[in-house]
């Protein structure tokens, strides 16, 4: 199909990315870049504010050392941002932005079988209406995809990235905690979403875990994104959180999400392998929630003595890619880590247009 006639296809709102043929790629494939937004909301990190863009600074500087990033920030803040990053391997792009999760307010990258990629801008009501305003943020994905080119899928539905994750071969995994509160899609049944999620991500198979973090909650929190609790490390292999001690806060909720995930196989019918990683005891910097770089797994840790355990973890699920620690403090008291505050894009999309 002709660059035109995918557009055409994709711009009639009665067909679905899966009717068009397009699926969301894996987290493990190859990536053009990463995609990250610059801290844009002072009232959410008050005087850390500064502390906080160095962090970013920090992590989209690991992640540059094996994919470009390109980092939205708010009309005229380039300058910043090349002086705190420091490489040229981060392109700024100005974008009226009112927040800088773009896991949950950027685009979603899908492709069909012959290489074409387009963007789904997913219904944004900023973590079911937590803050005001959001309206640049629900209309990131639309603007982005435009800028590098691509058609855009506009799915009726709220949805944020870390809510989810696909393996690319048909299985979508996540949370009821998140999917199944009212305060995202009140109309939709739990039969509605699954065939949302499969119309809009390609895929066929909805596997539900039933928590994320029991913390997850209050005006920085998302109801319990599966990306505090669980990564997808490649086909049919999940990596969940699951403290060791049974006294531990998230014992019981680990060991539920541990039996649905040995009791539902995936979209290929296959049993998951499951690797367990011991959060410690301040699972607020949940080392669950990293970003899969290329040939890298970009990690936040607390500096405490629990990180040489998880990295060892992650060291022996991950062979073959390098283990970068980043700071994940003051990220996760805005509610989040390096999985939150990225979106990859896929090999094939050209970036070069966005300077």
């Not at 773009?102 to 990629?117: K, L, M, Q, W």
């Not at 809510?163 to 998140?178: I, K, N, W």
């Not at 970068?324 to 999985?339: D, E, N, S």
Request: glycine share 10%; hydrophobic share 40%.
């Amino acid at each position: 199909m002709s660059r035109q006639g995918r557009r055409e296809m994709v711009q009639n709102p009665l067909i679905t990315p899966a009717e068009a043929g397009f699926r969301m790629p894996p987290e493990w494939a190859r990536h053009a870049a990463c995609l990250m937004a610059w801290p844009a909301r002072p009232e959410l990190w008050g005087e850390r504010l500064d502390e906080v863009k160095g962090d970013y600074a920090a992590v989209a500087r690991a992640i540059a050392d094996f994919e470009p990033v390109v980092m939205v920030c708010q009309p005229g803040t380039a300058a910043e941002v090349r002086d705190l990053c420091g490489t040229a391997d981060i392109l700024p792009v100005e974008i009226p932005i009112n927040d800088s999760w773009t896991r949950d307010s950027g685009p979603v990258f899908v492709r069909d079988a012959a290489g074409g990629i387009a963007v789904v801008q997913f219904g944004f009501n900023a973590w079911g209406g937590r803050w005001h305003p959001h309206d640049d943020d629900a209309r990131l994905a639309t603007r982005i995809g435009e800028r590098l080119g691509l058609p855009v899928f506009h799915a009726p539905f709220v949805l944020e990235g870390g809510a989810f994750y696909v393996d690319g071969d048909g299985t979508v995994l996540t949370t009821e905690q998140c999917l199944l509160n009212p305060n995202r899609n009140p109309d939709m049944t739990r039969g509605d979403i699954e065939r949302a999620l499969c119309d809009y991500l390609g895929a066929s198979t909805v596997v539900w875990l039933p928590y994320g973090h029991s913390f997850d909650v209050g005006p920085e929190g998302t109801d319990g994104h599966i990306d505090g609790v669980a990564q997808l490390v490649g086909p049919g292999h999940v990596l969940l959180e699951a403290p060791a001690t049974p006294g531990a806060s998230e014992y019981s909720r680990s060991q539920h999400n541990l039996a649905a995930l040995r009791s539902t196989p995936d979209a290929a019918g296959r049993a998951f392998r499951v690797s367990l990683l011991d959060p410690g005891p301040d699972a607020a910097v949940s080392y669950a929630n990293h970003y899969l770089a290329n040939d890298a797994v970009i990690v936040p840790v607390n500096g405490d003595g629990t990180d040489e355990a998880a990295l060892k973890t992650l060291a022996e699920v991950y062979p073959g890619r390098e283990i970068v620690a980043v700071p994940g403090a003051t990220i996760a008291l805005g509610g989040g880590g390096p999985h939150c505050i990225t979106q990859q894009i896929p090999e094939g999309v050209d970036i070069s247009v966005l300077r």
